[in-house]
């Protein structure tokens, strides 16, 4: 693979662009510290107000021209009015909270993690890739169109949660109040993609790739239990509730679930085939409808590929076994997480589990889970708009419609749009990105930063100002 910055063009648009003003912004979001815990009483709230009165100071005309509303807990929502009521408003989202820093890492890292130092062209410290580069990278398109003198025609939100991470009640608080407000919204843009990679496990390693996620996988945290009366080991009659849950967990991962080529990753082959050029791809992707399961099959037998064409099983906790040798354990439970195919549920996901488990003496319960988001479409304006924008700045990159096996805030919107994109127009190499997000060393190059500014201030120019 290339350089990631030789992907970039046109970064003479915008030509006065306060850079390092942006970056030091961006600088002074990362130090405040919005760690949003799955229990949200831990949260130190302060810290997202800090970032709430960040904001306020900002970006002046933003302040002027639009609303400022906190919603649920400490969700942001900013409107800024268009002209024409009849074109259905855009929003363009991502979220304020971070993860954590793992402890005992804190001295790993280069500049202190929440430093937001900006050293060596970069921007250092947790969210500056996930994900306050495209919270401040919004805001910063959205001031530089209004500070120059731009109108409006169609209404743009930008819409923050403050619990992606973990609950997601904040994008859905924003969600259910356009929902009453009776708005439908054109396209939303949320975070995904965000890399430049190789497309060789796609059999195009010529190719350079850039996911437009259409949907998120489902989840499913299925927790499994068995008892047993515990007792000396030495009389281990009827087996024990470590043998029984043991039992029950092989059987569920060696129940796999279908392999097949859902709708959307049909199409991200048929995106891809004028680029594909090593065997067997070159020759099924030719007719990707014809060949649906031969590609499929192919899919499941390659690391990258393999989430993309099945429901996943990973068995991941195991809770309450004994502590001696030679005592027998009582109560214990473990976890198996799915992550569920485009046309899947929850409810097949818990049958299958049931299924395969058969005659086993195990209790099973989700302790979370939800399905598949929608397929958002990309045969619409959002689309067309986004890709073009995204093929302006970045050249040669190939636009691939996809789907992410991970989770995130966009599904929220659903019941308010039928075009929710998940592709962050913040780039970076493949590599670093994996290396960085929820890692050591998270940081983002400040050309990266600038140039992302400018593929959203584009996409507002040519959605909002002039439709
Ligand atoms: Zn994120």
């Not at 043991?246 to 392999?259: G, K």
């Not at 958002?376 to 302006?392: I, N, Q, V």
Request: aromatic share 8%.
């Amino acid at each position: 693979m290339k350089d990631v910055f030789e992907f970039f063009a046109h970064e003479d648009d915008l030509p006065d662009l306060d850079v390092r003003g942006a970056a030091e912004r961006l600088g002074e979001a990362i130090r405040c510290r919005t760690v949003n815990p799955a229990d949200h009483s831990l949260a130190d709230h302060g810290e997202f107000d800090r970032l709430h009165a960040h904001i306020r100071a900002s970006y002046p005309h933003i302040m002027a021209a639009g609303t400022f509303e906190v919603l649920g807990c400490r969700a942001l929502l900013i409107t800024l009015p268009g002209s024409e009521p009849a074109l259905r408003p855009c929003l363009f989202m991502s979220h304020q909270d971070v993860v954590p820093v793992v402890e005992g890492t804190e001295q790993d890292w280069t500049y202190p993690a929440f430093s937001g130092t900006i050293a060596d062209g970069y921007i250092w410290g947790r969210g500056a890739l996930d994900i306050k580069q495209q919270v401040f990278g919004c805001l910063e398109a959205a001031e530089y169109l209004l500070a120059h003198g731009r109108t409006f025609a169609r209404t743009v939100y930008l819409a923050f949660g403050d619990d992606e991470e973990t609950l997601n009640l904040g994008a859905k608080a924003i969600a259910e109040t356009l929902r009453d407000r009776g708005v439908t919204l054109e396209f939303v843009l949320d975070e995904g993609g965000g890399k430049i990679e190789s497309g060789a496990p796609y059999g195009a390693p010529e190719a350079a790739l850039c996911a437009v996620e259409l949907l998120e996988k489902g989840y499913a945290d299925l927790e499994l239990s068995a008892q047993s009366a515990g007792g000396h080991s030495s009389r281990p009659f009827g087996g024990t509730s470590l043998g029984r849950l043991s039992q029950a967990i092989a059987r569920i991962v060696e129940a796999p679930f279908p392999v097949r080529l859902s709708p959307v990753m049909a199409g991200a082959f048929k995106a891809l085939a004028p680029y594909v050029t090593e065997e067997p791809l070159r020759t099924l992707v030719r007719d990707v409808d014809a060949n649906a399961d031969a590609i499929a099959r192919y899919c499941y037998g390659q690391r990258t590929l393999f989430p993309y064409v099945t429901t996943t099983i990973a068995p991941t906790v195991i809770r309450g076994g004994s502590e001696a040798c030679n005592v027998m354990p009582q109560n214990m439970t473990a976890v198996v997480n799915f992550r569920i195919d485009q046309g899947g549920t929850v409810q097949e996901v818990f049958e299958h589990a049931r299924a395969a488990v058969g005659d086993l003496d195990v209790s099973m319960r989700f302790l979370q889970a939800n399905d598949p988001s929608h397929a958002a479409r990309s045969d619409g304006y959002g689309y067309e708009r986004l890709t073009r924008s995204m093929g302006r700045y970045f050249p040669g990159v190939v636009f691939v419609p996809s789907m992410t096996p991970g989770a995130t805030d966009a599904r929220q919107y659903e019941i308010v749009c039928d075009t929710c994109l998940r592709c962050s127009p913040f780039i970076g190499g493949a590599e670093e990105v994996e290396r960085a997000v929820h890692g050591t060393n998270e940081r983002i190059a400040v050309r990266a930063y600038a140039q992302g500014i400018r593929v959203l201030a584009h996409l507002m120019e040519h959605t909002a100002v002039r439709p």
